[in-house]
């Protein structure tokens, strides 16, 4: 059960700390192959062996910090909330000024990414608590 537990540990750890090398302008081709990336990990952790999973699992994580901190560099180059009023003062017109709709669209992207990563985390602990074949 400790293990399990570790390995709860380091997926928050994963998505709550971002990776120290912040990438330089992320696209979305490199976060969707990212993702492929890593739900093949996924995948492959399902018919492996404890050692093997184990291995998997690192690199699973490996992959997740290094695709949080490309979600961190997309949200700092001044499209997320402050910099356009969209938390602050509102703008003439409200959330329908065409200043907020590329921000609304890149945080309706990035809660996407999130919401991937946490399915991946929840997929990963279901196959390390399963026992191996």
Request: no cysteine; proline share 5%.
């Amino acid at each position: 059960m400790s293990r399990n537990r570790a390995l709860a540990l380091a997926a928050f750890i994963a998505v709550v700390i971002p990776a120290t090398a912040i990438a330089q302008n992320p696209t979305p081709t490199q976060m969707n192959g990212r993702f492929g990336q890593m739900q093949m990990k996924i995948d492959e952790a399902k018919k492996a062996n404890p050692a093997e999973r184990q291995k998997l699992m690192d690199e699973h994580l490996k992959l997740m910090q290094t695709q949080m901190a490309d979600m961190h560099a997309m949200m700092g180059q001044g499209a997320m909330m402050g910099q356009g009023g969209m938390m602050g003062q509102p703008q003439a017109g409200g959330i329908t000024d065409t200043k907020a709709a590329p921000q609304l669209q890149m945080m309706q992207q990035r809660m996407d990414m999130m919401q991937q990563m946490m399915e991946q985390m929840v997929q990963m602990q279901q196959i390390m608590m399963t026992p191996a074949k």
